[in-house]
Each structure stands twice: as structure tokens, then as C-alpha cells.
């Protein structure tokens, strides 16, 4: 029955997808509507479950990491490392030093295409056309790197257990230095086209603002926590794979609204290129795989370990039996969790700020059902 | 897990020549002390099982009537503000069959524990949506893979599966393929070749 408003209109519930375009996936938004106005928001998730979780319960640890890429597939090689570095800590290695600093610089391109992909289809939501045609072009630079390095261009599962899949191919470091260069004026690009742009800026100002509290309330994480003031990012607070050995910032701002997070995201990008540079300048020979058993049997014991993608906290908690396969595998996963702020941000926006806010948020659909 | 009834890990079928130690069949954990924990037992004093450390990540167990209290306690008193992750594990030969685990981080610490505690099949914890919002979506999703009820929470369904599904997926009794044989079995009337 629709319920009276205090305009004494009709309350009226819009469906928003699963199939739309600015829902960046099959996630389906029942809209509360008064007139333009959105008195309430619900999501509606799962189209996409597959039991990631469940499958691990049923595979061995290696036979389970290609499948965590499928997750977050524009970010893969974030998934790939969390699961290792989780593994890694069941077993109490350490991969090796070349592999971990081959690790960070993969990591922090995949973060750069991440944000890319993000950056080109949010402003495409927002109504600005051009800028999806110059970030893809860039992100290609870095599959193409991927792809050359291990032959995949999304789902990577370019590390493994202890190491990494493949000795790098001769050249990856001129290839790397080669993006490093050609990205920083890119990313000025960018933003010529959008940080001073009437539209854009008035688009996002003031929408979808959620402050420190409320994320971390919500056990909102990454860019989005980052927005709105809490200097913040596991990569500093608990480091992993090395990133101690790196000098890099934590961009924040202060309001925590839409272009805040733009902000934030576009400044992420250059300390990412920061981080590459250090990293590529000096890669350590030796092994690329650290002593670890062919037949991976950790003690019996849980872990949690995350790592911070590209989208906020991601993190693994696993329970070995001692066994071959691990008894419980559990992520978790960052868009899930942001993607539950959607109702906070939302109530009281209008139904073209919903658009924007799915798309600040960051979400991949693959993530939020796994 | 001293008390888990887990099948032991079958020995290596063709090892001959070199026996490998067997690895233990409990977690080796140590005791987790500090402030924090003496604080935390001061204050809970029984409902507090034990503190303990593993592989250098601290984890206490509680009685599960005590866990939403230490939640609160540790929110307000401790500074564990952000509630990272609400999940659980299944033992089926286990009495209290459920293991319940939260983790739980504090930025002015930078310290992340877990707060574990062991429920029985059927028993419906308290929602700890009452101290950290974010648990809504995560206790929803305990619901949705284990069947644990939380009890006052919000919205209690399922999230990931549809509203119609039957049995709990994460639960070790759910096997692999049995969606696929009984969707065979009722649509198409014939006996699955997986």
C-alpha cells in the first residue's frame, strides 16, 4: 500500500536496476520516492553469488587463488595478494624479497587501473562523455604490462604462495618506467577536464557527504573514509609486502562528500605512481618463490590478514583444519560494506545524486554477492 | 581448538624414507596478556573464557551472552571503534557448534583483536547492530550462509540468496552439489550426472 508523505502525496517505489547503466553491475536499488526526492533507499544484492566461500571450503589453498581474482575483477591482483599474504601467514613465511617488491609495484598499477576504470565510468554517470576515452586508454597501458607479464589481462592470479607466478619478462622495468612517466601529466589531463569544471564540481559538491563518524559506523574504508578526514590506509597503519620501505602520503580531505572522494581518489593515483617509481628503481634478484611446501598443509589455526585494495579494507580470514583445503574461508570484502552507507548518503539526495553516489562509492558488483 | 572433532589430516599417501613431523592438531596459542585484557577481565571477570595469541594476532573468547557488553565496553572504554568484519565457522561435531567471531579494530590504537565466542545450533546471539551499524549487512549475511539468527536485529533475511532458498550453504552438512542434483531431480525428473 503507498504510504501518505507529509506532502500528502503518494510515496512511490522506483526500481533501479539490476539492469541499468549507472549501476555498474546487477545491483538493484528500490528507490523511496517523493517526488525527486529519495526518502529512502534498499539494495537488493546477490545476483551475483556464486559461494566464493564455499568453493574454498572444497579446492586446495593454490587451487583457490585463481578464484578469488574473480571477485573484484578490476582489481585482481589486490584479491591475489590478500589471499597470499593470508596463506603466508597461516604457514608463517614470508615470500621473497623480490617477489614482495614485484608484489607492490603490480599491486599499485592494478590500484592506478582500479581507479581509472572508476574515475572514466563515474564521470560517464555524471554526464561528462570524454573522460572514459582517455582513462581507458591509460588503463590499457597497464593491462598490457599484465598481459605481458603473465599472459591475463583482468584475472590475473599473477601471485602465488610464497612468490609470484613468473619471473618477470626482460624489459618490465622499462615498460613500468615507461607508464611511470607518461602517467603523471595524463593524470593532470584528467583533471583539467574535471576538477574546475562547472558542471562536475556542482554536481558533486554537497552529495552524498558521509562524515568520520558515520564511516566509521558503517565500517566504511579506503577512499571514502580517507574523504571525510581520518588519515587512515593499512598500507601505513599495518604494512604488508614492504610498504614500510616506501615514502608515500595518505591524501585526505575533509568533507567527505562526493568531489572530496574524486580528490582523493585522483591523489592516490600520483602517490600510486610514487610508490612504483621507488619500488621499480630497485627490485632485489634472487628466487622469486620463498621455501614454501609443494603440498601446502598449514597448522591447524585462523588468521585474519587484510590489505588495503583499491576500494577500502579487504580482508581474509581463514581456519585450517591442518589439512589440504582450508576448513573456512572468509572475505571481506570492502564494496559490500561501503555499499550499506548507500541508504545513509542517499536519503534526502535526489534521484540523479543516487547516480553519482553508486559511483563514488566504488562498487564492483563481483565483490559485493562473491 | 582443543575441542574440535576434526578428521585428522589423512598422513602422506607414498612418504616413505622421511617421516614429516606431524603438525599439531590444535591451534598452538599462546596467552594473550596486556592492559587491555586485564582491564577486560576486571570488568567481565568469567564471561571472559580466555585471551589469547596467535601467530601474533590476539583474539579473546567469550561467553556468548557477554560478547555484545564487550563489544559496547570496547567501542566506548577502549576505543575499538570500528567493527571490521562480523563472521562465523561451522563444527557439526562440535556441541556449541558455531564459532561467532567479530573483528574489531581501533584507530587510536592501531591494534585489531578478534572477540570470538562458541554458540550452540538454534541459540540466537544478540545483534550487535545496537553498537556498530555496519553489522546489520554482516549479521545478515551469518543469517543468510549459516542460518544464525540474530536476535533484535532490524531486518533479518537473507541478502545474497533468494528469500526462497532452502538450508544454510556455509554450513559443512550443505554439500557441494546438492542445489544443483535436487533443481535437476524437480526440473528435469532425472537423477544429475555431476
Redesign the interface.
Same mark, same amino acid.
Given at each position: 500500500m503507498p504510504e501518505a508523505t507529509f506532502l500528502d502525496a503518494t510515496e512511490l517505489v522506483l526500481n533501479m536496476g539490476p539492469q541499468h547503466p549507472s549501476t555498474h553491475g546487477v545491483l538493484r536499488v528500490i528507490l523511496k520516492l517523493d517526488g525527486e526526492k529519495v526518502n529512502g533507499t534498499e539494495c537488493v544484492i546477490g545476483y551475483l553469488h556464486r559461494g566464493v566461500e564455499k568453493i574454498g571450503e572444497n579446492r586446495t589453498y593454490q587451487m583457490f587463488a585463481p578464484y578469488v581474482d574473480r571477485m573484484d575483477y578490476v582489481a585482481a591482483v589486490s584479491n591475489g595478494l590478500g589471499y597470499c599474504l593470508a596463506v603466508e601467514k597461516l604457514l608463517n613465511v614470508e615470500a621473497a624479497p623480490r617477489a614482495q617488491v614485484t608484489r607492490v609495484i603490480l599491486t599499485e598499477l592494478n590500484r592506478i587501473a582500479s581507479h581509472l576504470l572508476w574515475l572514466g565510468t563515474h564521470a560517464l554517470d555524471i554526464g561528462a562523455l570524454t573522460p572514459v576515452f582517455y582513462t581507458f586508454r591509460e588503463r590499457e597501458e597497464i593491462l598490457n604490462i599484465f598481459e605481458k607479464y603473465c599472459g591475463a589481462r583482468l584475472t590475473t592470479h599473477s601471485f602465488r604462495i610464497g612468490g609470484l607466478q613468473y619471473e618477470l619478462y626482460d624489459g618490465f622495468e622499462d615498460d613500468v618506467k615507461a607508464f611511470c612517466k607518461a602517467a603523471l601529466p595524463k593524470m593532470d589531463e584528467y583533471e583539467e577536464l574535471l576538477t574546475a569544471n562547472r558542471i562536475w564540481v556542482s554536481r558533486l559538491t554537497g552529495v552524498g557527504v558521509l562524515n568520520a563518524e558515520d564511516c566509521k559506523a558503517y565500517g566504511v574504508t579506503g577512499p571514502m573514509l580517507r574523504a571525510a578526514g581520518v588519515k587512515w590506509d593499512i598500507r601505513k597503519a599495518l604494512p604488508y609486502s614492504g610498504y614500510e620501505k616506501y615514502d608515500f602520503e595518505i591524501p585526505t580531505r575533509q568533507d567527505g562528500d562526493t568531489f572530496d572522494r574524486y580528490i582523493v581518489r585522483m591523489q592516490e593515483m600520483r602517490q600510486s605512481v610514487r610508490i612504483i617509481r621507488q619500488a621499480v628503481e630497485d627490485i632485489p634478484s634472487g628466487p622469486i618463490m620463498a621455501k614454501v611446501p609443494k603440498v601446502i598443509k598449514p597448522p591447524v589455526g585462523e588468521v585474519y590478514v587484510s590489505i588495503e585494495a583499491p576500494k577500502g579494507e579487504l580482508g581474509y580470514f581463514i581456519v585450517s583444519d591442518g589439512s589440504t583445503q582450508p576448513y573456512r574461508v572468509r572475505v571481506r570484502p570492502p564494496s559490500f560494506v561501503n555499499l550499506q552507507a548507500l541508504d545513509r548518503m542517499a536519503k534526502g539526495a535526489l534521484i540523479a545524486d543516487v547516480v553519482a553516489i553508486i559511483g563514488t562509492i566504488d562498487i564492483v558488483l563481483g565483490e559485493v554477492d562473491r | 581448538?582443543a575441542d574440535?572433532q576434526?578428521?585428522?589430516?589423512?598422513p602422506?599417501a607414498a612418504a616413505a624414507g622421511h617421516a614429516a613431523p606431524k603438525?599439531?592438531?590444535?591451534?598452538?596459542t599462546t596467552p594473550w596478556e596486556s592492559d587491555l585484557t586485564s582491564q577486560l577481565k576486571e570488568h567481565f571477570g568469567e564471561q571472559i573464557l580466555e585471551c589469547l595469541s @596467535? #601467530?601474533g594476532?590476539e583474539f579473546l573468547i567469550a561467553k556468548p551472552e557477554a560478547v555484545i557488553p564487550i563489544l559496547d565496553y570496547l567501542k566506548l572504554d577502549a576505543d575499538f571503534? @570500528? #567493527?571490521?568484519?562480523v563472521?562465523a565457522?561451522?563444527y557439526p561435531n562440535r556441541p556449541e557448534r558455531f564459532d561467532l567471531?567479530y573483528?574489531l579494530y581501533s584507530?587510536s590504537r592501531?591494534q585489531?583483536i578478534?572477540v570470538k565466542t562458541r554458540i550452540p545450533d538454534g541459540f540466537k546471539p544478540q545483534t550487535a547492530v545496537t553498537v556498530?551499524?555496519?553489522a546489520?549487512?554482516?549479521e545478515r549475511e551469518v543469517f543468510d550462509?549459516f542460518g544464525i539468527e540474530f536476535a533484535g536485529h532490524p531486518d533479518m533475511k537473507?541478502?545474497?540468496?533468494?528469500e526462497d532458498w532452502q538450508g544454510y550453504?556455509?554450513r559443512k552438512d550443505?554439500g557441494?552439489i546438492q542445489q544443483d542434483e535436487r533443481w535437476v531431480k524437480e526440473n528435469l525428473g532425472i537423477d544429475s550426472a555431476q
Open positions: - | 581448538m574440535e576434526k578428521p585428522q589430516p589423512k602422506p603438525p599439531p592438531a590444535v591451534m598452538a @596467535y #601467530l594476532q571503534d @570500528y #567493527l571490521v568484519d563472521t565457522a561451522d567471531i573483528v584507530f592501531n585489531r578478534r556498530h551499524a555496519t546489520n549487512w554482516l550462509m537473507r541478502i545474497l540468496l533468494p550453504p556455509l550443505y557441494i
